[in-house]
């Protein structure tokens, strides 16, 4: 399966969801090896379709038309239930699955489309996940 950017974003945001306290902002164009043009586009697109909650202003643009892509921050993005669906629907996860799971099942699927990014994302979830239940 080849994804398209948009479907990168989005699994970005779905897996740093899984997280106790989300750190969105963690997801940017560089960590997904994206133009930030690509990424912002992607990220709009996914507001408009009500896959994510964002506030437009994620997006910050530039120039006299107001056209160039500046910058994007996720902070205080969150996947909508809309989102969650699709997501889990597209990768046959089952929504009863702990949170770490659901990350497992990403990963298990990045792997097999060779997508490196959403592993690396992954992995880190996963550590800061161990850390909380440890408790350091």
């Known amino acids: ?64 038309s107001k056209q160039r892509i500046e910058d994007v921050n996720l902070h205080g993005v969150m996947m909508s239930a809309k989102g969650l669906e699709y997501v889990e629907q597209k990768l046959s996860i089952d929504q009863t699955l702990s949170n770490k799971e659901k990350v497992d099942k990403v990963m298990e699927s990045a792997g097999n489309w060779g997508w490196e990014q959403i592993k690396d994302i992954g992995t880190k979830v996963l550590a800061e996940m161990a850390i909380k239940a440890v408790g350091i």
Do not use: C, W
């Not at 950017?5 to 994206?34: F, G, W």
């Open 1 to 64: 399966m080849d994804l398209d950017s948009k479907q990168r974003v989005l699994l970005a945001i779905y897996t740093e969801y899984q997280k106790d306290i989300p750190t969105m902002e963690d997801i940017t164009a560089e960590a997904l090896e994206l133009d930030i043009e690509v990424f912002g586009i992607a990220v709009e697109k996914l507001i408009n379709e009500q896959m994510i909650n964002a506030s437009p202003k994620v997006v910050e643009r530039r120039g006299l």
